[in-house]
């Protein structure tokens, strides 16, 4: 799987071909969201998650934490049972890629270890500059940037949540898929 991935970046990062970003489409329970990833400034990142939606779409996943204001997590727990799904290794941390986590962009959820990325992103509903690497932290690592479905977004923020932040109606990723490369 290393081999495949790094044959990837390295195709991404010199093929004549890679003239536009790659763009994946977002299905949820409340609508679409279509995204441009950015393997210049994140190779490894973004080519973790084109792994896992190669591997099964991100499907029947949730969002499962959501902070009105701050941001939207999924895809780390099935929605049907709520366990956690498989996940590949994780990943080095790229967050010193110079992208800040403005509203709108997609990033890495983590655990307080930076290079403990794997399966799980958040999408910012708001401009979280304090997520952001320097020189005294890491950051978490920004891949992509939401073009259109922002209302979408906006709409998840909102719903009612119950402890750990969880919404009290599953909000539904049914398929992340790849739509340019």
Avoid: C
Avoid at 19 to 44: C, H, R, W, Y
Avoid at 50 to 73: C, P, S, W
Avoid at 122 to 128: E, L, P, T, Y
Avoid at 176 to 181: A, E, H, P, V, Y
Wanted: net charge neutral; proline share 3%.
């Amino acid at each position: 799987m290393k081999l495949l991935l790094s044959l990837f970046i390295l195709f991404l990062s010199h093929s004549s071909f890679a003239t536009e970003n790659p763009t994946v489409m977002m299905d949820t329970s409340k609508g679409q969201i279509t995204i441009e990833l950015f393997p210049n400034e994140a190779p490894k990142t973004v080519a973790n998650f084109l792994a896992y939606i190669e591997k099964d779409g991100y499907e029947n996943t949730n969002f499962h934490r959501v902070i009105n204001g701050f941001m939207i997590q999924g895809g780390g727990f099935s929605a049907d049972t709520g366990k956690r799904v498989d996940t590949l290794a994780p990943i080095e941390n790229e967050s010193t890629n110079g992208v800040s986590n403005k509203r709108g962009t997609i990033s890495m959820a983590r655990t307080n270890a930076p290079h403990s990325a794997s399966r799980q992103f958040f999408i910012n509903h708001k401009d979280n500059a304090f997520l952001d690497a320097n020189v005294n932290k890491w950051g978490y690592a920004v891949f992509g940037q939401v073009t259109s479905g922002m209302e979408v977004v906006d709409s998840i923020a909102v719903v009612q949540t119950a402890g750990a932040d969880k919404p009290i109606q599953s909000i539904v990723i049914n398929s992340i898929k790849l739509l340019t490369k």
